[in-house]
């Protein structure tokens, strides 16, 4: 797996595509959402943490939206549960083919079958855990309760969702203050005014946050039972959801 560090928007350009998970952005992936993701290298162990308490033997773990299979990677160290295995989706032809190839070095304890597919196509049978990190945010919010209906629909009884997103905030003091404090954080880890003016531009079609009340109702009407926000940092959150 590439360790190249992340200057995609290091030098002005136009931004007129939007933000896509090529290759240039798998190259460098890992840098990328450490060095921009507050905490994420602590969420995701903490979702194989997750999943260890809740698999349940004989059932399927799903990561929609896997990218680089950072979660399933996770999930497959942590969980001991009997006869599972995780099912690793994404869409991106170069996060599924960087992935298997990184499987070919990785002696995983679970099966992990990889998956190039939209996650809105994909079927959800006999799950005991769903993980979605970071990935409903760029799905089109007309889409999102469909997507969460499905998950709770294959899911066993006392399953779990565990989420995580970027969340946005109704009070502009609270909105604006969590902008300044990210944007913070991207300066302490090497980012430029301009690398963080340019991603920002880029993400800002593509990645479209909900509040946390926004996610609460989705989750209840969804068919859920109950959720706790277990990891928050800044506008970056992390969520248990219950079957």
């Known amino acids: 797996m590439s360790d190249e560090q992340d200057n995609l928007f290091a030098k002005s350009r136009a931004v007129t595509s939007g933000f896509r998970f090529d290759d240039e952005v798998v190259k460098v992936f890992p840098d990328m959402i450490a060095r921009s993701v507050p905490g994420y290298e602590l969420v995701v162990p903490m979702i ?8 349940q033997p004989g059932s399927n773990i799903y990561d929609l939206g896997c990218s680089l299979g950072g979660a399933s990677l996770a999930i497959s160290g942590a969980v001991r549960a009997d ?3 995780i099912i690793a989706v994404d869409n991106s032809r170069a996060m599924v083919e ?6 070919e070095k990785y002696e995983a304890r679970i099966p992990i079958r990889v998956v190039e597919q939209d996650i809105l196509r994909t079927d959800i049978e006999n799950a005991s855990v769903v993980v979605l990190n970071f990935t409903l945010q760029f799905i089109d919010r007309g889409q ?12 066993r009884k006392d399953g779990v969702l565990i989420i995580s997103e970027k969340i946005c905030f109704d009070d502009n003091g609270q909105q604006n203050d969590q902008t300044t404090w990210h944007h913070d954080f991207k300066r302490t880890q090497g980012y430029s005014e301009l690398e963080i003016s340019q991603k920002r531009d880029a993400l800002e079609d593509v990645l479209r946050p909900d509040t946390e009340q926004a996610h609460f109702q989705r989750f209840n009407d969804a068919g859920f039972s109950r959720a706790y926000r277990w990891f ?12």
Request: include cysteine; hydrophobic fraction near 40%; glycine fraction near 4%.
């Open 48 to 55: 194989g943490l997750l999943a260890r308490r809740y698999a």
């Open 83 to 85: 006869d599972t295995q």
């Open 98 to 103: 960087q992935l298997k190839e990184s499987l």
């Open 144 to 155: 999102r309760q469909v997507m969460l209906k499905r998950i709770s629909s294959g899911m």
């Open 232 to 243: 928050q940092c800044f506008s970056f959150a992390s969520y248990i959801v219950f079957k």
